[in-house]
């Protein structure tokens, strides 16, 4: 937003028009994308998937990853992770 010609409530604005969604949402949604592709894809433990993922504490993760995803991270990983 400090980028382009206009205030961020301008930004925000055509950013919720376009996407559905605030803009702190949209990245909040990718860190949960980036915490799913992890704890499917690796063997790190859930607190270094949580701050790979940009939280900074993995109690806040863990409570915000089960508010969103519906699973705990732990409970994620054993659904999600494909056999082997």
Do not use: C, W
């Not at 969604?21 to 860190?31: D, G, K, M, T, V």
């Not at 704890?39 to 969103?68: C, H, I, M, P, R």
Request: hydrophobic content about 30%; cysteine-free; aromatic content about 16%.
């Amino acid at each position: 937003a400090k980028e382009l010609p206009m205030g961020y409530s301008k930004f925000r604005k055509l950013f919720k028009e376009e996407t559905g969604i605030s803009p702190h949402q949209y990245y909040l949604n990718l860190r949960i994308n980036r915490a799913k592709s992890l704890l499917q894809t690796t063997d790190l433990n859930v607190n270094e998937v949580a701050f790979q993922s940009g939280f900074e504490s993995e109690y806040y993760f863990s409570k915000f990853f089960k508010k969103k995803v519906n699973l705990s991270p732990t409970e994620y990983r054993s659904l999600k992770r494909p056999p082997g």
